[in-house]
């Protein structure tokens, strides 16, 4: 038989194998050497927070990117919801382990603002010749503080109407949802659909509170003559038009036709595309995930007015971290340059409802072909010149999106009288906007 | 823990001081800190430095960002004291402890009393109750939100069938909290379940007869018998499932996040949303610290009156 292995034999062997592998330089010893070699190419990570299908289109301009050039290579991350990139972004920073480029949405990257750890853009800008005048002003505007760009826009929403055609049409409105929310409580009991005494189908569904609630309703807020806040954080919530609007949100729950979703996770868009409800409102964002669900004709139309017209914007748009090597922040501007280049927005906007962030994108002949055989995605962007950004209450002040969202939930959910929830949310938003305040004065607005 | 260690310490030293005028490490206390050192480097890294650290937080007002944590004195708790979600927060957990310790003892108990009798199928059965316990909360909870959905959820339809209509589970304050509670028990039951057959089954067969000789009947027998000598596990059962239930996440995250309007906020949860959610780290690590403290206060009590109970025969 062969040669017998004892521990003699493999010692020596072993002996013998670290000598060559010291005295040649193996291969393992060489590895640094080739890392170098390619060393021209910078690598960043990217924080996203797009799944399902947005997650692939998201995919896909990062992958664009990468073939595109060969200076920077995007590794791209997906961390969950808004609220969950938020969280792991603050972990990141105390553990000093950040990306070089994360989405934030529009209640995020303000908390990370007032703490510095944002990159001012403006000489990434100028060296990148990007022409700012391009983007939708509104949008870009949203970013800027004391004249230096910090957040630019990518996933821009709105929260738009939706509806179910079929419905409606049944209940007689072929033309869609009235003009005002008054006109439309008074149509709307046409909408339910009951079988004995169970409502099968409701007019109308309310977010949740962890469903954003208080964005969605800060369009009816504006609508009916009220606001959440003025810019200086003076709480306006349980002023008598607040209220009233609150009282209308209250009214619609206690006369029958509207409810607040029974799917906390997903929130009224799949009970919308379920057909459980004829109608809601959700972000321009959710309009894919709804066209390909639904199973009856979907309309989409422009928040319902009532004193005025009341929308605001929102969604995420993409920072670089301060806490980068210059030669990263450098890369990660790349990257959004790239994806927010006309091309690239006008790409996902088509694949995402989200909206497209320049204004050639929106004049080309792809988006306005894209516009007359797909009607619903252009009603964002008629709407967009008349929204506004949104009140300081619920994106500036620390958790202000959940403290409205909560009161929202007692005026729905519990019957609360709007006056009582809003008092106790305007108590509360006073009382956590004054730490924001003098972080604002610290650092000079 | 730390007591307990620090007592054993002296016992193990104490001939050596007698002997030998200078400390020096004998076998048997070099054996001791082999044992203990690797246990007490974790708890002090996991557990008692972050409670320390809450501690310190909790005298601060913090956003987990900034780079000055400004001290605020007792703010934070006084905050808390004075605040209306706070106290619903603590009747939360109320609640949900008592129910969800009191249904899983209470059922577990009549179930393992049925898993005891000679029936058929009953190591099946046995496998069933128990297959809960080891899934992930996270997951099950998943599962729960579809069955409970009013409109298609399998619990409406059997409902249906009887002509009661479902309640709206996870968004009316007021079935919220049975929901979490009724996934909760379903989950824990398993454990509890086995746990109680294996004390029933070390229960002498001579202590029934006895009783049986002397006319007693199946009630008086198990009032006797069974409950007296299933009493350490009563009280094991009892310790671990409170603490378990006090630190329960994950069906709330998952089924209520909390909601709808704070009806299934507990402590634990409330830690959380002021911590990651709001981001006020120093509301949070008081609000933690309480938590703490309850928990410590409900295992004292418990070691010092119902251990006194326990009956190890």
């Given at each position: 038989?062969?040669?017998?292995t ?116 403006n000489d ?20 800027v ?9 990518f996933a ?156 605001c ?56 072909d ?8 252009k009603t ?66 | 823990?730390?007591i ?38 974790f ?40 605040d ?16 969800a ?42 599962v ?38 009724i ?53 094991f ?36 949303q ?25 295992t004292?009590l ?12």
């Amino acid at each position: 038989m062969g040669m017998q292995t004892n521990r003699r034999t493999l010692l020596k062997g072993a002996a013998a194998a670290a000598t060559v592998a010291l005295t040649k330089r193996s291969p393992v010893f060489a590895a640094p050497a080739v890392v170098q070699s390619t060393g021209s190419t910078v690598e960043i990570t990217y924080w996203g927070s797009w799944a399902g299908d947005l997650g692939k289109a998201e995919q896909e301009v990062v992958k664009r990117f990468n073939e595109s050039q060969q200076d920077v290579k995007v590794d791209y991350q997906y961390q969950g919801s808004y609220e969950e990139t938020a969280q792991k972004l603050t972990a990141a920073l105390a553990a000093r382990q950040t990306p070089d480029v994360s989405a934030l949405s529009d209640v995020w990257w303000f908390k990370f603002y007032l703490n510095q750890v944002l990159a001012p853009l403006n000489d990434f800008i100028a060296a990148d010749k990007l022409d700012t005048s391009d983007y939708v002003d509104s949008l870009w505007n949203e970013g800027v503080r004391k004249d230096v760009q910090y957040w630019i826009p990518f996933a821009r929403s709105t929260p738009l109407f939706y509806y179910n055609k079929d419905a409606f049409r049944e209940a007689g409105l072929e033309e869609g949802p009235p003009k005002t929310w008054s006109e439309f409580a008074k149509v709307a009991p046409e909408l339910v659909k009951k079988e004995g005494d169970k409502v099968t189908r409701t007019a109308f569904t309310h977010a949740t509170g962890a469903g954003y609630v208080a964005w969605l309703f800060q369009g009816v807020d504006w609508a009916f003559g009220g606001a959440y806040s003025d810019p200086d954080f003076k709480i306006l919530i349980n002023e008598p038009k607040s209220v009233a609007a609150g009282e209308f949100y209250r009214k619609s729950v206690q006369d029958g036709w509207a409810n607040i979703t029974q799917d906390p996770d997903n929130g009224p868009d799949s009970d919308f595309f379920n057909g459980l409800t004829a109608s809601t409102m959700a972000s321009t964002g959710g309009l894919v995930t709804i066209l390909a669900n639904a199973k009856f004709d979907v309309g989409t139309h422009f928040l319902l007015e009532e004193e005025t017209f009341g929308c605001c914007t929102g969604g995420a748009g993409l920072s670089v971290l301060a806490t980068s090597p210059k030669e990263k922040q450098e890369a990660a501007f790349k990257y959004i340059a790239f994806a927010t280049s006309p091309e690239i927005t006008t790409f996902w906007s088509q694949n995402t409802g989200y909206m497209p962030v320049r204004k050639s994108a929106i004049d080309s002949k792809e988006m306005q072909d894209f516009f007359a055989k797909n009607p619903n995605y252009k009603t964002a962007v008629d709407q967009l010149p008349k929204t506004r950004q949104q009140d300081s209450a619920r994106v500036w002040i620390p958790n202000g999106d959940q403290i409205i969202g909560k009161g929202l939930e007692q005026i729905l959910v519990n019957n609360q009288d709007p006056q009582t929830a809003f008092d106790n949310v305007a108590r509360t938003l006073t009382e956590e906007a004054q730490p924001v305040i003098e972080a604002l004065k610290a650092i000079g607005g | 823990m730390a007591i307990s260690v620090a007592h054993h310490a002296q016992v193990a030293y104490k001939p050596q001081t007698r002997t030998a005028r200078r400390w020096r490490p004998s076998g048997e206390a070099l054996l001791f800190l082999l044992f203990v050192g690797p246990n007490l480097f974790f708890f002090a890294v996991f557990s008692f430095w972050p409670i320390i650290y809450s501690a310190w937080l909790s005298f601060h007002r913090w956003d987990m960002i900034a780079p000055i944590k400004q001290y605020v004195g007792l703010d934070q708790y006084r905050y808390l004291l004075h605040d209306d979600v706070f106290h619903k927060v603590l009747a939360n957990t109320a609640v949900y402890t008592v129910g969800a310790v009191g249904g899983t003892l209470i059922l577990g108990l009549l179930v393992a009393l049925l898993l005891n009798q000679p029936l058929r199928g009953r190591d099946g059965a046995r496998a069933v109750i128990f297959a809960p316990s080891l899934l992930s909360g996270a997951a099950i909870s998943v599962v729960w939100i579809y069955m409970f959905d009013p409109r298609f959820g399998i619990i409406a339809r059997l409902l249906d069938l009887v002509h009661l209509s479902s309640p709206s589970w996870l968004t009316d304050p007021a079935w919220a909290m049975p929901a979490v509670l009724i996934v909760s028990i379903w989950k824990d039951l398993g454990f509890a379940t086995v746990i109680f057959l294996a004390g029933l089954q070390a229960i002498p067969r001579d202590l029934y007869e006895a009783a049986k000789v002397d006319g007693a009947g199946v009630l008086w027998r198990f009032r006797s018998v069974t409950l007296p000598m299933l009493s350490p596990i009563v009280f094991f059962l009892g310790v671990t499932t409170i603490l378990n239930t006090f630190q329960s996440f994950d069906i709330i995250q998952v089924m209520t996040k909390g909601g709808p309007v704070d009806a299934t906020n507990t402590l634990i949860y409330y830690v959380y949303q002021q911590g990651f959610i709001a981001f006020n780290a120093g509301r949070s690590s008081a609000a933690s610290l309480t938590l703490f403290v309850l928990m410590l206060g409900i295992t004292l009590l418990q070691v010092r009156y119902a251990e006194r109970r326990v009956h190890y025969g």
